[in-house]
């Protein structure tokens, strides 16, 4: 071919050409519920995600590409992926819990509509749709030959959404690639990531001989995720009873687009004739961490103008009657300019004030590549040709880019789509879907060449 816009053109027809195979590909990893469970010989995060990362293994072995699958992630190369000029392309095959309130099915269901077609299913979105985009992106690569001037390797995680064990394991076995991306999160393209800090608390009820009157309590089931259902047991001068609070899911990070149902049970149950003790911590943990997701106030609340706001989300909510203790858990994200030191410390005075316990779970620094090197530039200028006034953003989101120099998030989410992401109903078009086997395929492409 003459040039690096007709090999361009070559790889997009056969990308095209592979379309039904990829979904049918997508269909088959949905099926897997690959939720993190318990450890078991050879699955540190559990048998499902084992499954999903077989799976991977499977369909990468039959694209002909090259494939290594540890316990922790897998590798899936186009020449020697150990390069340190390499370009890497980082996703996930774990998925967060499916959660209630579904209306298809969350391993995988397939609905055609005369207007568009719905890939539904847990991971559709976050991260096996994207995933499988990249794979058969690489494979596109592969089966025309395309002419690279670096290698490129795709590293799929099972540990993403509860704690990057899995990169951590493969950031300490390998020497990091030189650049690149990960299709978790959104376009145009991501260049600032928030700090996120996860905090257990846990909050005594000192009855003092009162009898209890609130006897269950529990919402939410990943801290990084809005819970969007409380249920509580409470005894009430006739009777026990049973309450019930229906919120919205969403995504910890962005904690304005639910409704946190543990919030709100925690108000609803300020209305109630429970004893004082029950009422005092109810009371102080809503005014402190229920009433706002900005950490007005705990007196946390502060911003930048390269990231935006810190945000705070009540992720779980917990009753253990046999100790008389409440347990929380608490996701934080602040902007990349902030004093961590300063946040955590503020978070221990409030805790330490109010008699509470309080323990950081996990922390991960926040994220920051320049908007004018590689590869936000490259990048960008891609994703641009679709929508010439897209410019580089910042998210609260976090991705597994933080792993390693030089990497940002690219997808696959795009202005104007539905983000469903660790919600009920969770879905890909697939008109998404195909767009981001063709995006993908040129990112590379342009990356590598």
Not at 322 to 332: A, H, I, R, S, Y
Not at 354 to 359: A, D, H, S, Y
Request: net charge negative; charged share 20%; glycine share 8%.
């Amino acid at each position: 071919m003459n040039s690096k816009q007709d090999w361009e053109n070559a790889l997009l027809q056969e990308a095209a050409s592979h379309y039904p195979q990829a979904e049918k590909a997508l269909l088959q990893l949905l099926s897997i519920p690959s939720v993190e469970a318990e450890a078991a010989p050879g699955a540190p995060f559990g048998e499902p995600v084992r499954q999903a990362l077989s799976q991977f293994a499977r369909l990468a072995a039959e694209l002909d590409l090259q494939v290594c699958q540890t316990e922790h992630y897998l590798t899936i190369d186009l020449g020697d992926g150990e390069s340190p000029a390499a370009v890497g392309i980082l996703a996930h095959a774990d998925v967060v819990p499916f959660g209630e309130g579904w209306h298809f099915d969350p391993t995988g269901q397939l609905v055609e509509e005369a207007k568009e077609c719905r890939i539904y299913g847990r991971g559709a979105l976050d991260d096996k749709g994207p995933a499988v985009a990249a794979l058969f992106a690489l494979s596109s690569l592969k089966r025309c030959q395309a002419p690279l001037s670096r290698p490129v390797r795709l590293i799929i995680g099972g540990n993403e959404e509860s704690g990057c064990q899995c990169i951590k394991k493969y950031a300490a076995e390998h020497q990091p690639p030189a650049f690149g991306f990960s299709p978790d999160a959104n376009f145009p393209v991501i260049f600032a990531e928030k700090g996120i800090a996860m905090f257990h608390l846990t909050l005594p009820i000192q009855l003092k001989g009162e009898a209890a009157r609130l006897l269950a309590l529990q919402s939410g089931t990943v801290v990084n995720a809005v819970p969007g259902k409380a249920e509580a047991t409470v005894l009430l001068p006739g009777g026990q009873c049973t309450l019930t609070c229906i919120g919205k899911a969403a995504h910890g990070s962005q904690p304005e687009k639910g409704q946190n149902a543990a919030a709100a049970m925690l108000q609803n149950l300020l209305s109630l004739p429970l004893a004082p003790a029950e009422l005092d911590v109810c009371r102080r943990l809503h005014q402190l961490f229920g009433r706002d997701y900005l950490g007005q106030a705990a007196g946390l609340a502060q911003a930048d103008e390269v990231s935006g706001p810190l945000t705070l989300n009540l992720g779980i909510l917990k009753l253990l009657p046999e100790k008389e203790q409440l347990t929380v858990d608490l996701d934080l994200r602040y902007p990349v300019t902030a004093d961590y030191t300063a946040i955590r410390q503020r978070l221990a005075d409030l805790c330490r004030e109010n008699g509470w316990q309080i323990q950081e779970t996990e922390h991960k620094a926040p994220l920051y590549v320049p908007t004018d090197s590689q590869p936000v530039t490259t990048l960008l200028q891609l994703y641009q040709e679709y929508d010439p006034t897209a410019q580089p953003i910042a998210t609260g989101g976090g991705t597994y880019c933080r792993a390693f120099a030089n990497f940002v998030a690219f997808g696959p989410l795009r202005p104007g789509m539905a983000d469903v992401m660790h919600q009920a109903d969770e879905f890909i078009t697939r008109q998404d879907f195909q767009f981001l086997q063709r995006i993908y395929t040129q990112a590379i492409w342009r990356l590598a060449c």
